[in-house]
């Protein structure tokens, strides 16, 4: 499984951008799809996630109701849409895949498949 994840740019405190994560190869595979972020020196943060069969959402509690990320079937692709966005969501965005159930959807050794990230940057 290959992922391709794109979207990421600079933008000011309020405004809203949209994250795509496109998995390509053994596609059938993946039981769910998760976004990670990371800002260097801190440790990688859980974003949200979304499970493919049950359509079911988990988000991490500095997002909900901010972020909302949804899944296109016949694209195999990911979305994040960011609305409201703060400083402090100023991070590497990485988008993840996981072809099991093991581990926890919230922990990042659940996903065995990492896409290459892409940077959003919020101003104030």
């Known amino acids: 499984v290959q992922l391709q994840a794109s979207g990421g740019g600079l933008v000011q405190a309020g405004a809203s951008l949209r994250l795509s994560c496109a998995a390509s190869g053994r596609t059938d595979t993946i039981i769910s799809m998760a976004w990670f972020r990371q800002v260097p020196g801190k440790e990688r943060e859980f974003v949200a996630t979304?499970?493919?069969?049950?359509?079911?959402?988990y988000y991490g509690d500095s997002v909900k109701g901010r972020f909302t990320i949804s899944g296109d079937n016949a694209k195999n692709t990911v979305y994040l849409q960011m609305n409201n966005l703060k400083p402090e969501d100023t991070a590497v965005y990485y988008c993840?895949?996981?072809?099991?159930?093991?581990?926890?959807?919230?922990?990042?050794?659940?996903?065995?498949?990492w896409g290459q990230g892409t940077l959003v940057t919020v101003s104030s």
């Open positions: 993840a895949a996981s072809s099991s159930y093991s581990g926890k959807y919230y922990e990042g050794r659940r996903y065995d498949h």
């Open positions: 979304f499970i493919w069969g049950n359509v079911i959402q």
